[in-house]
């Protein structure tokens, strides 16, 4: 009784903090590094994964997005968004989420924006809210599969990659990635 009562504890003082503020934000370079690792992973194991990123005019990439809940969840993630493959600033995520949930879990997410109104769109919305300021709509694709680019006309694409690179059929919506200074 005594361990589930300090899980309990500590899970509500990281979903606490993750909502809040982070404890230790990540530094450019550390965000850099991350979101480069996260694209050579995504290239990796996603055939065509190269050709579709080539067409996005912007990618948002997380490198890792932390989930924990007991009940009530909440998720963090910081990352970086490449216009013309340099770094054109760096945001945050936020969600939180009630219902049936257990533990801690990680991801990396990654958002292609396709079309210049897309990310312009994206860049001047203080506060994007996906499903509220715009979809995403979620490719999945099996390890070593292959993305289709003459099929995909969402105008902002996401990948959801769990740490072995194996491709999540999740949401994104509820998110909320806001512009962070580095």
């Known amino acids: 009784m005594a361990a589930k009562s300090i899980l309990v504890a500590l899970l509500s003082m990281f979903i606490a903090g993750a909502a809040v503020s982070p404890g230790k934000a990540a530094s450019a370079r550390e965000i850099d590094v991350g979101v480069q690792a996260t694209l050579d992973k995504f290239f990796h194991h996603v055939r065509g994964g190269h050709d579709l990123a080539n067409k ?27 216009v013309n493959g340099a770094t054109a600033g760096y945001y945050n995520t936020v969600a939180a989420s009630v219902g049936f949930q257990l533990g801690v879990q990680e991801r990396s997410v990654i958002i292609m924006f396709m079309t210049e109104s897309a990310l312009s769109q994206f860049r001047k919305t203080a506060g994007w809210k996906v499903g509220v300021d715009g979809s995403v709509a979620i490719i999945t694709v099996g390890i070593g599969g292959s993305v289709d680019t003459n099929k995909i006309t969402s105008p902002v694409v996401g990948f959801i990659l769990d740490p072995k690179g194996l491709m999540y059929n999740l949401t994104l919506e509820g998110s909320k990635i806001s512009k962070i200074s580095r």
Request: avoid cysteine; charged fraction near 10%.
């Open 56 to 82: 996005a005019v912007g990618i948002l990439v997380f490198p890792s997005v932390v989930k924990a809940g007991l009940g009530f969840g909440g998720e963090y993630g910081e990352g970086a968004l490449l």
